[in-house]
């Protein structure tokens, strides 16, 4: 079974950067990787995602690894609002995602 | 932007008795998803469904049973609630296709208490 490992906990000042890890030693060579974060008391929400190539999007930076079994999610100024459980997830089947327990990530102010 | 709602936020239910949640996703999206968040296990899939009147178990589907008459409706239903499925339930839709390319998008969660 596919399985991704991330730190249990992080913390990060208000405005710095953010770097969160994450390894996924299993996955697939055509499967993409995904991002996800729940913030307190909702419903996950997407992030971001890539196959290959770094990605950007509004709300971050997806960094990963040539070899494809890391990749970072980059948070480039962490707000308070960005508090939340980072879940970097894989496939092990067609419609099964592995989301395991993510990163809470404290923002201090 | 693309609204999942979910009927309840929070459920209290006596063992024995049949459950329904409710899940509706407003952008005509073709795969529904129910998962279950337990403390520790993080989200695990129950059930799946990739169009109208078809399902496909997840990893935990027994206990539970699914129904998608309508494309933007996809309801769970616990046959008879036991204790063990005191949970945080969440509802997530997706566009068709390859489910790894696409985000999942979803509800607020309903937290069940079977007592």
């Known amino acids: 079974d596919a399985k991704t490992t991330q730190p249990n906990s992080m913390e990060s000042n208000e405005e710095e950067p953010v770097h969160l890890p994450c390894n996924h030693s299993?996955?697939?060579?055509?499967?993409?990787i995904h991002w996800y974060r729940q913030l307190p008391s909702q419903g996950p929400e997407y992030v971001i995602h890539g196959l290959t190539s770094n990605v950007n999007n509004r709300m971050a930076s997806l960094a990963i690894a040539e070899d494809r079994k890391s990749s970072t999610l980059i948070l480039h100024r962490a707000t308070l609002r960005d508090a939340a459980v980072y879940y970097c997830?894989?496939?092990?089947?067609?419609?099964?995602?592995?989301f395991g327990s993510g990163t809470k990530l404290n923002v201090k102010p | 932007d693309v609204k999942v709602t979910q009927s309840s936020r929070y459920l209290v239910k006596r063992t024995g008795e049949k459950v329904f949640l409710e899940c509706v996703q407003d952008?005509?999206?073709?795969?529904m998803f129910w998962y279950r968040q337990d403390p520790g296990l993080g989200l695990r899939l129950i059930y799946f469904s990739y169009d109208v009147k078809m399902k496909e178990k997840g990893d935990i589907p027994e206990g539970y049973s699914v129904s998608r008459e309508k494309k933007e409706r996809f309801s769970l239903i616990l046959e008879s609630a036991s204790t063990n499925q005191t949970s945080m339930y969440l509802c997530?839709?997706?566009?068709?296709?390859?489910?790894?390319?696409?985000?999942?998008?979803f509800g607020p969660g309903t937290r069940l208490t079977v007592t």
């Open positions: 299993t996955i697939s060579g055509t499967d993409y």
């Open positions: 952008m005509d999206h073709e795969n």
């Open positions: 997830i894989d496939r092990y089947n067609f419609n099964k995602f592995y």
């Open positions: 997530a839709s997706s566009a068709l296709g390859d489910t790894a390319r696409y985000e999942q998008y």
